[in-house]
């Protein structure tokens, strides 16, 4: 048996990541930098009013109220670069350059709001509402370096240093497919004997979570050269593929059936549970495969072990596991000696500091108690018995 990290780190040195691409903007969204993103040119591009109001010079304010001809507007986007004399104003709206000769601004709630003269009662000092060129980021700097994920924030910081196609890796497609003579499709009526898929579903979004995109196949049935045909055709479309079921040691595990010996596609016990049946591999000495178990919750925990980081290096990241809290377990807990034990449980935080409660059921085929959970207790393989009380590590699930 190897251990979980000896299987990741397997699996992480046979990656490549994926080649950058420019793909628009908006397809952009949630992909990762490949590369730095620079401001061309300062933001603000130009010294603007940060509020509605008047540009006046500060020197003109020192008797109060003082009354000032208004010389006109100064819109935002105008392009007329407005010039203003000693004693006057501009009535100037938010964002418009402000123009020369002026060196402060007054709201419109200072004045009696005219548009041939105005009144101001309030006065400022020279630079007041002022948003100068460059303050926000200067020309030539790096706005957001390589490897970063272009959230709402990053993409909008993206388009605001106008760049159009930033240099991303793409989201790798991965196809998710399950096997399994006794699958049906949600939605199918079952026969005595026969199960809806849950796992291809499940994994698919899980995926979406990890920043791919999936490609969801329908189930196949227990025929190794059907499989190993089916996924021989889903190698033009895809970066990774994920299956899950036939891995373990009945005689009808048909994914172990279609690659054994083959050279491809090794298969392993790893010292964990749920989990314990794995297969890596490329195909066609490019293209990862996870053969997963099929036991749903065995499915999820690996996706999240193993497939997530991988995901992650796939698209340029670090290949992190899911971030870990340090807990206080409301119960004593039990654990195998020799596997990593992942234990569905409700993770809360209060006052300042986290427990977490195992979930009664923890079955490997338990779907409710998985569904119900919000973090993974990790007990790790040289310890059987953790004391009620006791500080655990805590992987906290995606929600
Ligand atoms: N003699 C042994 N038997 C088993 C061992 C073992 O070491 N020796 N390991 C057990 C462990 S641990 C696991 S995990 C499972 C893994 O089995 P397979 O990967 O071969 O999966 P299947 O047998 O195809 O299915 C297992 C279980 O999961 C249900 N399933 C499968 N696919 C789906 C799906 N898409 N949606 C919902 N449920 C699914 C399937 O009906 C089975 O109940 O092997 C143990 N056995
Ligand atoms: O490893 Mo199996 O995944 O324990 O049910």
Known sequence: MRTVSEHLAEIISRLTPLDPVRPPLLEAAGTVLAEPVTAPVDLPPFDNSAMDGYAVRAADLETLPAVLPVMGDVPAGDLGRPVIEPGRAARIMTGAPLPSGADTVIPVE???????????????????????????????????????????????????????????RPRPRVVVLSTGDELRDPG???????????????????????????LRRSFLGDDPNLVREALKEELASADAIITTGGVSMGVYDVVKAAFSGG???????????????????????????????????????????????????????????LPAVTARSESALTSPDGLEHYLRAE???????????????????????????????????DVTEVPEGASVRVLKLPS
């Open 347 to 381: 993770l809360t935080f209060a006052d300042g500091s986290y427990t977490v409660r195992p979930a009664s059921a923890q079955g490997s085929h338990q779907m409710a108690a998985l569904s119900e959970a919000n973090g993974l207790i990790v007990v790790p393989p």
């Open 110 to 168: 200072w004045t009696d709001g005219g548009a041939r003269t105005v009144r101001i009662d309030r006065s400022a000092p020279a630079g007041n509402y002022i948003r100068r060129a460059g303050e926000d980021v200067r020309a030539g700097a790096t706005v957001l370096p390589s490897g970063t994920r272009l959230g709402a924030a990053q993409l909008g910081m993206v388009a605001a240093v106008g760049c159009s196609h930033p240099p991303v």
């Open 263 to 321: 050279g491809e596609v090794d298969f392993h016990k790893v010292a964990m549970r749920p989990g314990k049946p794995q297969g890596f591999g490329l195909l066609d000495g490019r293209c990862p495969i996870f053969t997963l178990p099929g036991n749903p919750v065995s499915a999820y925990v690996s996706f999240q072990v193993f497939v997530r980081p991988a995901l992650r290096y796939l698209q340029g990241l670090e290949p992190e596991g």
């Open 188 to 214: 199918d009526a079952l026969e005595y004997g026969q199960i809806w898929d849950s796992n291809s579903f499940m994994l698919a979004a899980a995926v979406r979570e990890a920043g791919g995109e999936p």
